[in-house]
């Protein structure tokens, strides 16, 4: 497991791209049958990533549980989001099977033992992409589709900033202690997300991009509104953001990401906008 501490603003103002990227960005999340975990000290939150090819993948596969989280299993404290971003497959908690296909979700609960990830094609497999946060309480396991999700269209073709929120893991949509997920689809044309910009002091995020074209990048932007720096991503890579960071994208292209939330509170409207003009 790969173990991220926190970041303050004011050293991150003399941090190399090199050290940006190493403190803040995560490649290589999906490896064959393997499980690729991060764990930030940012409210604790992990990323986990799974490709299952040839096998039945658990959870906690090459993870010393005890050393890592101080528990019998991943998600005694702890829930966890899943999105697929591949192929079709089937997760398996506590002997409950359900099938994802592309872009959809489960929410699994906190006290669930085993987790295991499995492709329907090994030729076309299925591709895992989740974060966790720890967990007061039990609530409901959960599939949600892509069909099943809150929609919600903004922006403008003009501003190249038209898309479509979709509300998975949502206050709106279903009860979690902490954890908030979502995918935003940027239409053809369009290639800024969350601008004008904002921070919250109470919550973290993490982005997820992918759909990136070939050839294709996004320039993800953080920092303080007044000492920004940028990131530049590539397809199915993720970034943690600190809630002192603003946290947003300019793609070469259209593109899709997937951002997850936790910390002190879910209200989606608590949050300290920026003006662009007032960004440095």
Request: charged share 25%; glycine share 6%; aromatic share 10%.
């Given at each position: 497991?790969?173990?991220?501490?926190?970041?303050?603003?004011?050293?991150f103002?003399?941090?190399?791209?090199?050290?940006?990227?190493?403190?803040?960005?995560?490649?290589?999340?999906?490896?064959?049958?393997?499980?690729?975990?991060?764990?930030?000290?940012?409210?604790?939150?992990?990323?986990?990533?799974?490709?299952?090819?040839?096998?039945?993948?658990?959870?906690?596969?090459?993870?010393?549980?005890?050393?890592?989280?101080?528990?019998?299993?991943?998600?005694?404290?702890r829930?966890?989001?899943?999105?697929?971003?591949?192929?079709?497959?089937?997760?398996?908690?506590d002997?409950?099977?359900?099938?994802?296909?592309?872009?959809?979700?489960?929410?699994?609960?906190?006290?669930?033992?085993q987790?295991t990830?499995?492709?329907?094609?090994?030729?076309?497999?299925?591709?895992?992409?989740?974060?966790?946060?720890?967990?007061?309480?039990?609530?409901?396991?959960?599939?949600?589709?892509?069909?099943?999700?809150?929609?919600?269209?903004?922006?403008?073709?003009?501003?190249?900033?038209?898309?479509t929120?979709?509300?998975?893991?949502?206050?709106?949509?279903?009860?979690?202690?902490?954890?908030?997920?979502?995918?935003?689809?940027?239409?053809?044309?369009?290639?800024?997300?969350?601008?004008?910009?904002?921070?919250?002091?109470?919550?973290?995020?993490?982005?997820?991009?992918?759909?990136?074209?070939?050839?294709?990048?996004?320039?993800?932007?953080?920092?303080?509104?007044?000492?920004?720096?940028?990131?530049v991503?590539?397809?199915?890579?993720?970034?943690?953001?600190?809630?002192?960071?603003?946290?947003?994208?300019c793609?070469?292209?259209?593109?899709?990401?997937i951002?997850?939330?936790?910390?002190?509170?879910?209200?989606?409207?608590?949050?300290?906008?920026?003006?662009?003009?007032?960004?440095?």
């Amino acid at each position: 497991m790969d173990i991220r501490y926190s970041a303050n603003q004011r050293d991150f103002k003399r941090y190399t791209t090199e050290e940006v990227r190493q403190e803040f960005l995560m490649e290589n999340l999906f490896r064959a049958d393997m499980v690729t975990a991060v764990y930030s000290h940012v409210d604790r939150m992990v990323t986990f990533g799974c490709m299952p090819v040839k096998e039945e993948v658990p959870l906690d596969k090459g993870i010393d549980v005890w050393h890592n989280f101080g528990t019998k299993f991943i998600l005694e404290r702890r829930e966890i989001g899943i999105f697929n971003v591949g192929g079709a497959g089937t997760i398996t908690a506590d002997g409950v099977a359900y099938e994802l296909g592309y872009k959809d979700c489960l929410y699994i609960t906190m006290g669930t033992k085993q987790v295991t990830f499995k492709s329907q094609d090994g030729d076309r497999p299925a591709k895992f992409y989740m974060v966790s946060a720890p967990a007061h309480k039990a609530c409901q396991t959960k599939l949600l589709t892509i069909k099943d999700a809150n929609k919600v269209p903004c922006g403008d073709a003009k501003t190249s900033n038209k898309r479509t929120i979709n509300q998975f893991i949502h206050p709106d949509v279903l009860e979690t202690c902490q954890l908030s997920m979502g995918m935003t689809s940027l239409e053809p044309g369009s290639v800024w997300n969350t601008m004008p910009a904002h921070t919250h002091e109470r919550r973290m995020e993490i982005y997820f991009y992918f759909e990136i074209p070939e050839n294709e990048v996004v320039f993800h932007m953080m920092g303080e509104p007044q000492e920004t720096r940028h990131v530049v991503m590539q397809n199915e890579q993720a970034i943690i953001s600190p809630s002192w960071s603003i946290h947003a994208g300019c793609g070469t292209a259209n593109y899709t990401f997937i951002w997850a939330m936790g910390g002190e509170n879910k209200a989606f409207d608590d949050m300290d906008h920026i003006k662009n003009t007032e960004l440095r």
